[in-house]
């Protein structure tokens, strides 16, 4: 008996999933579910392995940021999942002379923008850790606030991870992940040795909110 395998497709902003025949590239054989799907002008050709699950960009660019909060400023990082390369890592300071809210206010109005912007659909937010001695409040603020702006955004997904959260997501051990964010190792992205740890904390959280 023929293998089935799932297939899933990113498709103009929706996920849509099909069964498929292991093996095969005949659109005929697609199974479809839900009835909506694209039509065969525009699908490429499908070849199914045995693996469990396919994550595949179809039609259309999926986009993830992951963000690494300071008291100060927030860190983002922009990654083409389709490409497997960073867009873009930048960072958004907050002006000397604002208050708490207007410094809340600011964050979330330029994150969103960022969103739109690069037709993000996936987030991951690098969260402080619980056992950090000395957590910073103005941190913890604004990742709350940033959590409130994509739970109300147009988001497919996103996650709010500690380290270990990070690296399951990646599928790596958490013992691996510590030298990525001290440049000791190379994950193979380009200029990783020239970002600074803020920056390569983003890259990694934006690499994981593939599987948000």
């Given at each position: 008996?023929?293998?089935?395998?799932?297939?899933?497709?990113?498709?103009?902003?929706?996920?849509?999933?099909?069964?498929?025949?292991?093996?095969?590239?005949?659109?005929?054989?697609?199974?479809?579910?839900?009835?909506?799907?694209?039509?065969?002008?525009?699908?490429?050709?499908?070849?199914?392995?045995?693996e469990a699950s396919i994550?595949?960009?179809?039609?259309?660019?999926?986009?993830?940021?992951?963000?690494?909060?300071?008291?100060?400023?927030?860190?983002?990082?922009?990654?083409?999942?389709?490409?497997?390369?960073?867009?873009?890592?930048?960072?958004?300071?907050?002006?000397?002379?604002?208050?708490?809210?207007?410094?809340?206010?600011?964050?979330?109005?330029?994150?969103?923008?960022?969103?739109?912007?690069?037709?993000?659909?996936?987030?991951?937010?690098?969260?402080?850790?619980?056992s950090a001695q000395n957590?910073?409040?103005?941190?913890?603020?604004?990742?709350?606030?940033?959590?409130?702006?994509?739970?109300?955004?147009?988001?497919?997904?996103?996650?709010?991870?500690?380290?270990?959260?990070?690296?399951?997501?990646?599928?790596?051990?958490?013992?691996?992940?510590?030298?990525?964010?001290?440049?000791?190792?190379?994950?193979?992205?380009?200029?990783?040795?020239?970002?600074?740890?803020?920056?390569?904390?983003?890259?990694?959280?934006?690499?994981?909110?593939?599987?948000?």
């Open positions: 008996m023929a293998e089935i395998c799932q297939v899933k497709f990113w498709f103009m902003g929706e996920v849509r999933r099909f069964e498929a025949v292991a093996g095969s590239a005949d659109l005929s054989a697609l199974r479809r579910s839900p009835s909506k799907i694209p039509s065969a002008t525009d699908c490429a050709l499908i070849l199914c392995t045995n994550n595949w960009c179809f039609g259309g660019i999926m986009r993830t940021i992951g963000i690494r909060v300071a008291p100060s400023a927030v860190t983002f990082a922009v990654y083409d999942a389709a490409a497997q390369a960073v867009v873009n890592v930048e960072q958004i300071v907050i002006p000397a002379a604002f208050e708490t809210p207007d410094a809340l206010k600011y964050i979330r109005s330029n994150l969103l923008d960022v969103l739109r912007e690069y037709k993000v659909t996936r987030a991951g937010i690098r969260a402080t850790e619980p957590p910073s409040i103005p941190r913890i603020e604004i990742e709350g606030v940033l959590k409130e702006a994509f739970a109300s955004s147009d988001l497919e997904a996103f996650y709010v991870g500690h380290i270990s959260s990070i690296a399951s997501r990646l599928g790596i051990d958490r013992a691996a992940l510590k030298p990525m964010i001290d440049g000791e190792s190379d994950p193979g992205i380009e200029n990783w040795d020239r970002m600074n740890k803020e920056q390569r904390e983003a890259v990694l959280c934006a690499k994981g909110a593939v599987n948000a």
